[in-house]
């Protein structure tokens, strides 16, 4: 039997389904590595890190197979920072300046990344599980076959991203701004909110519930009369 389709100018209310998301490729047993602190173009790999990365800027630095454990990253700015194969555990980016870094087979596990700055970051099969990252800024980000879920994205910004297989999951999004960046193909049936930032144009083939579907009449024009 064939799910039921509501629809509301393109808005739509079935459940769709998403291609397999990638994870960190680690080997099981990873040696600690020593850390000290960062320089430009500074590299790792193969590694486990548990120390604190500290208040430092260094631009293009690389990690590759990478298993961070606890770190604080906060206020730490890694523009143009490549990350492959990396599993972020428990680590704190709050305030961190990650703009124009590349994420490839990521996953962040119960991380703080309040304020934490990606714009013109480029993340693919990347996974967020159990994260706070309210007000996170994801401007003229690329997701491609990104999940958030149960995460916080309260006042996040999404603006002019691009998108290819993200997925919200049951992940909080009250106020996020999503101007500019098409929710086409995202579901949202689960999402924890009462408003976000959205227009006609973004909200075009979005997947919703059905309960959800009152609270985006408004956004065209419809008038619901209550008897």
């Not at 879920?149 to 106020?175: M, P, R, V, Y």
């Not at 689960?190 to 979005?206: K, V, Y």
Request: charged content about 20%; overall charge negative; aromatic content about 10%.
């Amino acid at each position: 039997m064939k799910e039921p389709k509501y629809s509301i100018r393109g808005v739509r209310v079935v459940r769709n389904k998403n291609r397999m998301i990638q994870t960190p490729d680690l080997p099981e047993q990873l040696d600690s590595i020593n850390f000290t602190h960062l320089t430009d173009q500074s590299y790792y790999e193969m590694g486990a890190i548990d120390s604190p990365i500290g208040t430092v800027h260094a631009e293009h630095v690389r990690f590759d197979q990478i298993h961070f454990r606890n770190v604080t990253f906060s206020e730490t700015e890694l523009p143009y920072s490549q990350w492959l194969d990396v599993l972020f555990d428990n680590c704190d980016f709050s305030g961190a300046k990650l703009n124009g870094a590349r994420f490839n087979r990521v996953e962040f596990r119960n991380c703080k990344l309040t304020g934490t700055d990606f714009d013109q970051a480029v993340m693919q099969d990347a996974t967020w599980t159990n994260c706070q990252a309210p007000y996170v800024l994801c401007n003229l980000t690329a997701f491609r076959d990104v999940q958030f879920d149960n995460c916080l994205l309260k006042g996040a910004n999404f603006i002019d991203a691009s998108q290819d297989n993200l997925q919200l999951g049951t992940s909080d999004i009250q106020d996020v701004q999503f101007t500019g960046t098409s929710l086409n193909n995202i579901d949202l049936s689960q999402c924890r909110f009462t408003h976000i930032h959205a227009g006609e144009q973004e909200l075009r083939g979005a997947v919703i519930a059905p309960e959800q579907a009152a609270g985006f009449i408004g956004l065209f024009g419809v008038k619901v009369k209550d008897d």
